[in-house]
Antibody, heavy 120, light 110 residues
Framework: EVQLVESGGGLVQPGGSLRLSCAAS????????MHWVRQAPGKGLVWVSR????????TYADSVKGRFTISRDNAKNILHLQMRSLRAEDTAVYYC?????????????WGQGTTVTVSS | QSVLTQPPSASGTPGQRVTISCSGS????????VYWYQQLPGTAPKLLVY???QRPSGVPDRFSGSKSGTSASLAISGLRSEDEADYYC???????????FGSGTKVTVL
């Protein structure tokens, strides 16, 4: 079964750090671009970052640039999002998602999400 | 404020056709593919349409996408109770060098 499972969310103080992980299974992880998308409570979807299949290219939303780092370990089939200097507005459910080439990079598989709460 | 603009809500009775609009600009919708996602309450989003008007396998043909210039739309025909969800358009934005989502439209089946 094709699956993405996020972990690492939790409560963190403003200015703190957190590392999210996304474990992939059921497909050849190293063939796919991967994304992080977040959703604040009661709000819409917001794209956060993406990484190329081989990890050589990364892109970030302006709101997280310089604070978040996306990375991947293709040997372990894991995607990461290192988050630093966290702010209250980073509070959200964070989803990892797979971009499928045959769907012109539409995000066809999503994890269940992990919740990040930034509060003192 | 989202780069892509959608109406906050849409509704219809079972069997009706509902259309959701998505307004963007030359840097996103006009020059790039549009995607649509469905998010049922309490669940992760699901890809509904890719490349403006193509459906992934398993998505019913009741869902159809279209694009013209800087706007796109998603039509749901033969509306069913299980279509009650939030719907989001998305596209790559060349100016922002990032993906942008619409503000989302909540569809209610009356």
């Amino acid at each position: 079964e094709v699956q993405l499972v996020e972990s690492g969310g939790g409560l963190v103080q403003p200015g703190g750090s957190l590392r999210l992980s996304c474990a992939a299974s059921g497909f050849n992880f190293s063939d796919y671009w991967m994304h992080w998308v977040r959703q604040a409570p009661g709000k819409g979807l917001v794209w956060v970052s993406r990484i190329k299949s081989d990890g050589t290219t990364t892109t970030y939303a302006d709101s997280v640039k310089g604070r978040f780092t996306i990375s991947r370990d293709n040997a372990k089939n894991i995607l990461h999002l290192q988050m630093r200097s966290l702010r209250a507005e980073d509070t959200a459910v964070y989803y990892c998602a797979r971009a499928r080439v045959t769907y012109y990079y539409g995000l066809d598989v999503w994890g269940q999400g992990t919740t990040v709460t930034v509060s003192s | 404020q989202s780069v892509l603009t959608q109406p906050p809500s849409a509704s219809g009775t079972p069997g009706q056709r509902v259309t959701i609009s998505c307004s963007g600009s030359t840097s996103n919708i006009e020059g790039n593919f549009v995607y649509w996602y469905q998010q049922l309450p309490g669940t992760a989003p699901k890809l509904l349409v890719y490349k403006n008007n193509q459906r992934p396998s398993g998505v019913p043909d009741r869902f159809s996408g279209s694009k013209s210039g800087t706007s796109a739309s998603l039509a749901i025909s033969g509306l069913r109770s299980e279509d009650e969800a939030d719907y989001y358009c998305a596209a790559w934005d060349d100016s922002l060098s990032g993906c942008v989502f619409g503000s989302g439209t909540k569809v209610t089946v009356l």
